[in-house]
């Protein structure tokens, strides 16, 4: 058989032209049907590392959160992609040391599309199960990746994702339905117990100046309804609790940026939308809305139902994000469960490698929330956990935050960085890139 690395030129130049191309960067995209009436989409960038072959650097799985935020929109051109919304090369782009796999997930989200509105999901475990089978559409037509180091990195719900993500993965591997290589996931800034995550932004906001002792009480009163929702089992109706609260939250601090609380906001102006329409257009839309530069020259939704929609040959129906809404209604009964057992089943039953990051300027998926669940976890290394040292991270003279690990278990606090890491910080997110792959 050829080396890998003569057949790949060939292949480049002919199959992504028929399949449609969008930038400079080698890639590849394409739908796979993940159940009947189900199609997912996903775009794939190739390493630009100077190696022998691409499949000498691990493959990365980017996914963003809502449900319903659409990685190949926002993770390509708004977080780490090759380009950003100016169409310029990123200089810090993930992949100068990945493959990329950026993934529209669940259906229904970005250029994913269903054939019928009942075949969106409804849980984090369908999701983890249409996951599976678009990795094994993607072996099947990459067969060069299969016994490639594998990582699964999300962002809010995407970090939340990637849990059950990981271990239906783990299952595949084991009963040999699937070959790939998964080492790991990463939890960036991840929805994984909703609860502690809603009960912790007030004396956040009140520790930084953002609220005072009244707007303080509104918030965690809002807040324990939440809780007391989910404790009595009624899901959907702690998700609307959850939505309150956000209001209260924006009442109080006169609209602090959910994904930033250092960053400076434009007011919203009258708004007669319901709580749960404004917080759920917040979390669809997974990003700092004042760090968005100003300078970008294009709008995403503008670019991904125009020139890029064209370029990759996306079917005439599609519209990119006009199901998101939809998406994330579906999963309103799940949207407040936590998947803190799936990360001790991660850490009890494999040997994948589970990492934790947060930037620390957060407040939707805020550090102080992580903190609670992650010292709940139970699994044999608890407590070795528990007294491992927390070590500075150092990146060119500059502190950029901390880690803690033990065993599998990994935690990452990023400094100056709010929700997206890999975008508010590099530097940082180089480390534990590192850390996970050994690359970075
Ligand atoms: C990337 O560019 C930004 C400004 O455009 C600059 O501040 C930063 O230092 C650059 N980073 C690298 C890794 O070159
Ligand atoms: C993981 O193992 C610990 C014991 O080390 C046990 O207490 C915990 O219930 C287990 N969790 C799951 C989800 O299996």
């Known amino acids: 058989m050829l080396p890998n690395w003569l057949l790949i030129p060939a292949l ?13 960067f080698k890639q590849d995209s394409g739908y796979v049907t993940v159940r009947r009436g189900a199609h997912m989409f996903y775009w794939l960038f190739y390493t630009t590392a100077d190696e022998r072959s691409y499949t000498d650097r691990p493959l990365v799985v980017w996914l963003q959160g809502g449900p319903g935020g659409s990685s190949t929109g926002i993770g390509n051109f708004e977080i780490l992609g090759p380009l950003d919304l100016s169409l310029q090369e990123r200089n810090y782009t993930w992949v100068k040391n990945f493959n990329v796999l950026f993934i529209d997930n669940p259906v229904g989200t970005g250029y994913s599309y269903v054939d019928d509105w009942s075949f969106l999901t409804t849980t984090n ?3 983890a199960v249409d996951f599976v089978n678009l990795m094994r559409g993607f072996y099947e037509k990459h067969a060069e990746f299969e016994g490639v180091p594998l990582y699964i990195y999300g962002q809010s719900y995407g970090g939340k994702m ?29 929805w994984i117990h909703p609860v502690d995550l809603t009960l912790t932004w007030g004396p956040l906001l009140l520790a930084a100046g953002l609220v005072d002792e009244t707007g303080y009480q509104n918030i965690q009163a809002a807040a324990r309804e939440a809780e007391r929702l989910f404790d009595e089992g009624l899901y959907a109706q702690s998700t609307d609790a959850w939505a309150a609260t956000q209001t209260q939250v924006f009442r109080a601090t006169h609209n602090v940026d ?44 503008f670019l991904m139902n125009g020139p890029v929609k064209e370029a990759l040959g996306i079917p005439a129906h599609v519209r990119w994000g006009s199901l998101s809404n939809a998406v994330f209604d579906q999963q309103r009964g799940d949207f407040m469960k936590p998947v803190t057992e799936g990360i001790e089943k991660l850490l009890n039953e494999t040997d994948i490698i589970v990492q934790k990051y947060n930037g620390n300027l ?27 040292p927390r070590q500075p991270i150092w990146e060119n003279n500059r502190l950029e935050g901390y880690s803690k690990s033990y065993g599998n278990l990994r935690f990452f606090w990023i400094n100056m960085a709010g929700h997206s890491v890999p975008r508010d910080n590099p530097a940082g997110s180089n480390a534990f890139l590192r850390d996970m792959t050994s690359f970075g």
């Open 362 to 388: 957060d407040l939707i998926c805020d550090t102080p929330g992580q903190m609670l669940w992650m010292d709940r976890l139970q699994w044999a290394g608890a407590e070795g956990y528990r007294s491992a």
């Open 125 to 127: 475990d369908q999701i």
């Open 258 to 301: 959910f994904y930033n609380i250092l960053t400076k906001t434009q007011g919203f102006g009258p708004d007669t939308r319901t709580d749960y329409e404004i917080a759920r257009e917040l979390t669809i839309r997974d990003m700092s809305y004042s760090a968005m530069s100003r300078q970008e020259e294009y709008d995403l939704n």
């Open 12 to 24: 480049l130049c002919c199959v992504v032209n028929v399949s449609g191309q969008f930038g400079p």
């Open 162 to 190: 990637a849990v059950d993500m990981g271990i239906r993965m783990h299952e595949a591997e084991q009963a040999g339905t699937i070959r790939s290589n998964l080492r790991g996931i990463a939890m960036g800034n991840a």
